[in-house]
């Protein structure tokens, strides 16, 4: 069965700097997800990942894929205070699957 | 184009008693998927429904039922609730043969269950 375990779960940041935040998964996922969860809101999507050396951008954060490492990664750059939410990365055998989410990775940018 | 809908919004239960949360899917998409998400924590897989049928199920007591309707909707019953159920419920939809590269779950707003 599919595990999910980011780190960090708690990042705090200075407005500017740069950071990454790590997804490992235990087996085989078809697919890598990244998903952005504001309080008390519902999650919202960032990024899906489908094959070794993937890379997506958008904006300040750029997600990569390697699955030979079962690695993810989510970078963000300059950091500003927009970004602060909690980031959950999920692990699927498709879009139609279910997910197998992180514990997520609470973020928070400090000026 | 509307997004995941769910209603309730909130809704406040207490033990023993039953619960039903609604979902209407993305314009298009077919398939509807449950999730639990306790307070801090990721969600939590309950089930899923394709074609008016429960295609997959996570690790979640026969207490948590659902069905799918022929316009897609679904719902998501809970028999004798515990404490324990107090959590948000989410709902996603997607669809078979989208682009692969853009495919994803798309989640509703969820509906905040406490149970007291």
């Known amino acids: 069965e599919l595990k999910v375990e980011q780190n960090p779960l708690f990042l705090s940041m200075q407005e500017g700097k740069n950071y990454t935040i790590y997804c490992n998964y235990s087996t085989t996922s078809d697919r890598l997800y990244w998903y952005r969860q504001d309080p008390g809101k519902s999650l919202e999507s960032l990024f899906v990942l489908l094959s070794n050396g993937a890379v997506k951008q958008e904006g300040r954060l750029m997600a990569s894929l390697d699955t030979k490492a079962r690695l993810s990664t989510l970078h963000i750059t300059a950091a500003v205070h927009d970004l602060s939410a909690t980031y959950f990365c999920?692990?699927?055998?498709?879009?139609?699957?279910?997910?197998?989410f992180g514990k997520g990775t609470l973020l928070t940018v400090n000026p | 184009d509307a997004g995941v809908t769910q209603s309730p919004t909130h809704l406040i239960k207490t033990r023993g008693q039953q619960v039903t949360l609604r979902c209407s899917p993305k314009?298009?998409?077919?398939?509807v998927s449950w999730y639990q998400q306790a307070l801090g924590q990721g969600p939590q897989f309950i089930f899923q429904?394709?074609?008016?049928?429960?295609?997959q199920r996570g690790n979640f007591p026969d207490r948590f039922s659902g069905h799918q309707f022929p316009n897609y909707s679904s719902e998501l019953n809970v028999n004798a609730l515990l404490l324990g159920d107090s959590a948000l419920y989410l709902c996603?939809?997607?669809?078979?043969?989208?682009?692969?590269?853009?495919?994803?779950?798309?989640f509703g707003p969820g509906t905040r269950l406490t149970v007291l």
């Open positions: 314009s298009g998409h077919d398939t």
């Open positions: 429904y394709y074609e008016e049928e429960e295609r």
């Open positions: 999920a692990g699927s055998g498709g879009s139609n699957y279910k997910l197998t």
């Open positions: 996603a939809s997607s669809s078979l043969g989208g682009d692969p590269s853009t495919d994803t779950q798309y």
